[in-house]
């Protein structure tokens, strides 16, 4: 009872904050947005009201929290950013809770649970909307690094191949072993750490693709059973995104009005999936970060194939450094900081990391010696 009354009252807080928002938007599809979330909201706590009732009939609706009240003017003092990513917090945690609940009960999760979050999420992205202050900028950002994911996918792979194998070797130097045995081991750690990476990536985007198209197989469900809900909430996206209620709701109609058309639109505006990528190809993030780790792996490795004691340790070094300052001048391209900051910076960390292991191979050295 205790738990119910907490989410009834959850539910009345976040009704009077929407409707509350939306009172004092200028922009008036913002504004419409935010009351049909608070209508949406208002039919949660009749809901849970009615399900409260069941056991004590002459339970009464309570009304806005203070909290919810003092959030509010606090609002009106500091800014109203804070009540949206409060509310994308709530939402968030609404839908994991939903979801948990259904598959307790044995139930599929509808895809509708993250709907209201997928909303906020789109006001906070139409740079068109002017909602109070702009305050919904700061919500949710997405921001685009300059290179991409792919370049600092291939930045990160050949830095960890890098840092880690030059530890290594450095590592087995410190304790004096034979050239041999330092190349053997340089080899077997650019080996071992690269398929290593190949399988991490490789089960990380097939988890990625399997998880997409079980959200598109539950999207596809829900069109079936319940379009005009999926209608509802595709029009409210797009006046999330600026459009006009009423444009907003004929595109939407439109869209509904053929199911494979709906399903992909769906997909992509809902759950932020593109299914002609549906994350990409498993084997190929699998063998590029293979490759990648490879490459910087093998930069410590290389002078061991020709020379050996100290002149292979200093090559070795020399070339690690160049090849760590290479890799922290191309992570500027995407932290934006100076390419002599994030060059030297690499270096640095690399140093110390080949530092630790030297020292601690060396000191093992010399116990086995001794």
């Given at each position: 009872?205790?738990?119910k009354?907490e989410q009834l009252q959850?539910e009345?807080?976040?009704?009077?904050?929407?409707?509350s928002?939306?009172?004092i938007?200028?922009?008036?599809s913002?504004?419409?947005?935010?009351?049909?979330?608070?209508?949406?909201?208002?039919?949660?706590?009749?809901?849970?009201?009615?399900?409260?009732r069941?056991?004590?009939?002459?339970?009464?609706?309570?009304?806005p929290?203070?909290?919810?009240?003092?959030?509010?003017?606090?609002?009106?003092?500091f800014?109203?950013?804070?009540?949206i990513?409060?509310?994308?917090?709530?939402?968030?945690?609404?839908?994991?809770?939903?979801?948990?609940?259904?598959?307790?009960?044995?139930?599929?999760?509808?895809?509708?649970?993250?709907?209201?979050?997928?909303?906020?999420?789109?006001?906070?992205?139409?740079?068109?909307?002017n909602v109070?202050?702009?305050?919904?900028s700061?919500?949710?950002?997405?921001?685009?690094?300059?290179?991409?994911?792919?370049?600092?996918?291939?930045v990160?792979?050949?830095?960890?191949?890098?840092?880690s194998?030059?530890?290594?070797?450095m590592?087995?130097?410190?304790a004096?072993?034979?050239?041999d045995?330092?190349?053997?081991?340089?080899?077997?750690?650019?080996l071992?750490?690269?398929?290593?990476?190949?399988?991490?990536?490789?089960?990380?985007?097939?988890?990625?693709?399997e998880?997409?198209?079980?959200q598109?197989a539950?999207?596809?469900?829900?069109?079936?059973?319940?379009?005009?809900?999926?209608?509802?909430?595709?029009?409210?996206?797009?006046?999330?995104?600026?459009?006009?209620?009423?444009?907003?709701?004929?595109?939407?109609?439109?869209?509904?009005a053929d199911?494979?058309?709906?399903?992909?639109?769906?997909?992509?505006?809902?759950?932020?999936?593109?299914?002609?990528e549906?994350?990409?190809?498993?084997?190929?993030?699998?063998?590029?970060?293979?490759v990648?780790?490879?490459l910087?792996?093998i930069?410590?490795?290389?002078?061991?194939?020709?020379?050996?004691?100290?002149e292979?340790?200093y090559?070795?070094l020399s070339?690690?450094?160049l090849?760590?300052?290479?890799?922290?001048?191309?992570?500027?391209?995407?932290?934006?900081?100076?390419?002599?900051?994030?060059?030297?910076?690499?270096?640095l960390?690399?140093?110390?990391?080949?530092?630790v292991?030297y020292?601690?191979?060396?000191?093992?050295?010399?116990?086995i010696?001794?």
């Amino acid at each position: 009872m205790a738990e119910k009354s907490e989410q009834l009252q959850l539910e009345v807080d976040t009704a009077f904050l929407y409707e509350s928002l939306a009172n004092i938007q200028e922009d008036a599809s913002t504004a419409e947005v935010l009351r049909s979330l608070a209508g949406i909201e208002r039919s949660h706590v009749e809901h849970f009201l009615a399900k409260m009732r069941e056991t004590k009939p002459d339970f009464q609706l309570p009304p806005p929290s203070r909290r919810a009240r003092l959030q509010f003017k606090l609002g009106g003092i500091f800014g109203y950013d804070f009540i949206i990513a409060n509310l994308s917090s709530v939402e968030r945690h609404m839908a994991i809770s939903t979801i948990e609940q259904k598959l307790q009960h044995g139930e599929k999760p509808s895809g509708f649970e993250h709907n209201h979050l997928k909303i906020l999420e789109s006001l906070s992205h139409n740079s068109s909307a002017n909602v109070s202050g702009g305050f919904l900028s700061k919500m949710e950002g997405r921001h685009k690094s300059v290179g991409g994911n792919a370049l600092r996918a291939a930045v990160l792979g050949a830095n960890d191949g890098l840092l880690s194998n030059m530890s290594l070797v450095m590592g087995v130097a410190g304790a004096a072993l034979a050239n041999d045995t330092i190349l053997l081991t340089g080899l077997a750690g650019l080996l071992a750490g690269a398929i290593s990476m190949a399988l991490g990536e490789w089960l990380s985007v097939q988890s990625s693709r399997e998880l997409f198209m079980n959200q598109i197989a539950l999207e596809a469900e829900e069109l079936e059973a319940s379009p005009e809900h999926e209608e509802l909430e595709l029009a409210l996206i797009y006046q999330a995104k600026g459009m006009e209620k009423s444009k907003a709701q004929e595109m939407a109609h439109k869209i509904m009005a053929d199911k494979d058309t709906a399903l992909d639109t769906l997909v992509r505006e809902e759950l932020g999936i593109d299914q002609s990528e549906l994350g990409g190809s498993a084997w190929e993030a699998a063998l590029t970060s293979f490759v990648l780790f490879a490459l910087g792996a093998i930069i410590p490795v290389i002078p061991f194939f020709f020379t050996s004691g100290s002149e292979a340790i200093y090559i070795s070094l020399s070339l690690s450094v160049l090849g760590l300052f290479g890799i922290g001048s191309a992570t500027s391209l995407f932290t934006g900081r100076t390419v002599w900051f994030s060059g030297f910076r690499q270096v640095l960390f690399g140093l110390v990391a080949a530092a630790v292991t030297y020292g601690v191979g060396h000191l093992i050295g010399v116990s086995i010696a001794g």
